[in-house]
T-cell receptor, first 113, second 115 residues
Framework: NAGVTQTPKFRILKIGQSMTLQCTQDMNHNYMYWYRQDPGMGLKLIYYSVGAGITDKGEVPNGYNVSRSTTEDFPLRLELAAPSQTSVYFC????????????FGPGTRLTVL | AQTVTQSQPEMSVQEAETVTLSCTYDTSESDYYLFWYKQPPSRQMILVIRQEAYKQQNATENRFSVNFQKAAKSFSLKISDSQLGDAAMYFCAYRSSGGADGLTFGKGTHLIIQP
């Protein structure tokens, strides 16, 4: 099992550009999440999904969009990138219940200049 | 909304010694879950230990144990026999039992292991 994979590992964007961060899991997990981690801070939830076709906002959803067309994939779309979106982005997945361990991907470091 | 506070930005311990990392949280819920995650320099988030609020017994995983004080809303992590590989950022996290959303994290504690 590869677990949770994220691409790319690093990216530099110019202000106003758009991009999609890819996330794939091969553990047949129902729940998937996107977090961002700013320097010196803990992770904050952007969006989450409890299954294919179902997504919902987390704490900091502004400037982002997600979709979940399959169980395996949960891409995060940044529209009109802003410097405030400079961060490390983590995708995670879990099988189901609230007690379940969330498995994290290696992260994507995004810089918006 | 729940909040998680880690009041120790950095802690240092000698190898083989014991260290305790503090975490407090604020919630109005009675049923929830608490977690400690480790983030080494590789950035990979790794689950260390979890605690269910309705369980009185403190969780233990090998050298890692917690002191869960529900009334005080405190959830500290004790690392015994510290090893060089324990050096990392440690994050305390909260999850409500009532929803499907994600974890609420503290700001983290940077643990340094002195050889």
């Amino acid at each position: 099992n590869a677990g949770v994979t994220q691409t790319p590992k690093f990216r530099i964007l110019k202000i106003g550009q758009s991009m999609t961060l890819q996330c794939t899991q091969d553990m047949n997990h129902n729940y998937m999440y996107w977090y961002r981690q700013d320097p010196g801070m803990g992770l904050k939830l952007i969006y989450y999904s409890v299954g294919a076709g179902i997504t919902d906002k987390g704490e900091v959803p502004n400037g982002y969009n997600v979709s979940r067309s399959t169980t395996e994939d949960f891409p995060l779309r940044l529209e009109l990138a802003a410097p405030s979106q400079t961060s490390v982005y983590f995708c995670a997945s879990s099988y189901g219940g609230v007690a379940d361990e969330q498995f994290f991907g290696p992260g994507t470091r995004l810089t918006v200049l | 909304a729940q909040t998680v506070t880690q009041s120790q930005p950095e802690m240092s311990v000698q190898e083989a010694e014991t260290v305790t990392l503090s975490c407090t949280y604020d919630t109005s819920e009675s049923d929830y879950y608490l977690f400690w995650y480790k983030q080494p320099p590789s950035r990979q988030m790794i689950l260390v230990i979890r605690q269910e609020a309705y369980k009185q017994q403190n969780a233990t995983e090998n050298r890692f144990s917690v002191n869960f004080q529900k009334a005080a809303k405190s959830f500290s992590l004790k690392i015994s026999d510290s090893q060089l590989g324990d050096a990392a950022m440690y994050f305390c996290a909260y999850r409500s039992s009532g929803g499907a959303d994600g974890l609420t994290f503290g700001k983290g504690t940077h643990l340094i292991i002195q050889p």
